[in-house]
């Protein structure tokens, strides 16, 4: 059974859907992350699960219980839903162990009892020994995993992380990645974790929920996103996906159809069912360009060439379409010089489905 359920979620503020007609299954011990543009409704889509806020329409179910619904809301501090925030929200007053131990306080659990949890909850962020510490004299990372411990010592059946990494510097940010994914290996906690970093997302999740403008663009495992993005939004949005113009040939075969882009016909992966039609994009990566000077391509014009260090970013311009820019790297000896003319091919790419196409 799903940990948690959204069924056609739709939380409107006055006339305005800040998440609209979302649906979402998250299965036990699952990592999804909830990506997506400032503004896109991540935070009220973890609001609605916490239950700080109630659905408009819709239902959000925690394992089979209806926790939002035509029913009501059942209160926050009823769901078990733990929530680690950006911003830590320690108490400076308290010691470590005081901090995670509070809402065992409040229960008034047997205090060697709450001890032992305490210990525990140190032990499975990796702090033992830290707990007689004030926050204040822990690092960035350190008190993130208090936070985490603390959350997790209430024993929740689903972790919210919202955009807990967003108040750290990069080489942190790294070492907490990694901490996360142990953590979640190790204690198969179901997380739903919101984040605005596509690379967070690709390298905690095991699915990703794309939103946009509110809606969900896509929901699929980070090598579908990268692969196989359903739209335009998720193709440009993952990995900066280049999108060209183009006008399928062929109905699919095997996976394939062949596309014309840029003046060049090509063979593209594509959705079963594919079939000819003009005003198609296809999605490619830099990675997926490279200069073909004598074989098939299309021809146009190097606009810059910014050296990088053991390789340069090439900006082009194809010379049918001289209003689009396309960039890929070359590695060195780099031998494109900006205004130079070029002739270049796509090595893969991807047809992106009709708009409105399941
Ligand atoms: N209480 C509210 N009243 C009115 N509008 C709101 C309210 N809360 C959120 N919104 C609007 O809903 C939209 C989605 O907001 P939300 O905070 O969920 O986005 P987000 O993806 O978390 O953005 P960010 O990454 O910038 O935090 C925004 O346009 C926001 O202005």
Redesign the pocket.
Known sequence: MARLSLDNVTKS??N?D??KDVSIDVGDGEFLAVL????????????LVAGF?KVTSGEIRIGSEVVSGKGGSVAPEKRRVGIVFQNYALWPHMTVAENIGYSLKVAKLDKAVARQKVEDALALVNLQGLGERRPANLSGGQRQRVALARCLVAAPSLVLFD?PLANLDVHLRASMEDEFASFHKRTGTTIVY?T?DQAEAMALADRIAV?DG?RLAQLATPRELYHEPANEMVASFISQGILLPADVLSAEERGHCKVRVLGAELIVRCRPGERPRTGAKVCCRSADLDVSPDGPGFDGLVKRVIYQGGSARIEFTPSTNPDLTLHFEQPDPVALESGAQARLRIRSGWLIPAAGAA
């Open positions: 503020f006055a305005f800040a998440v997506g543009p400032s503004g896109c409704g991540k935070t009220t889509l973890l609001r806020e955009e919101i605005h939103m509110g």
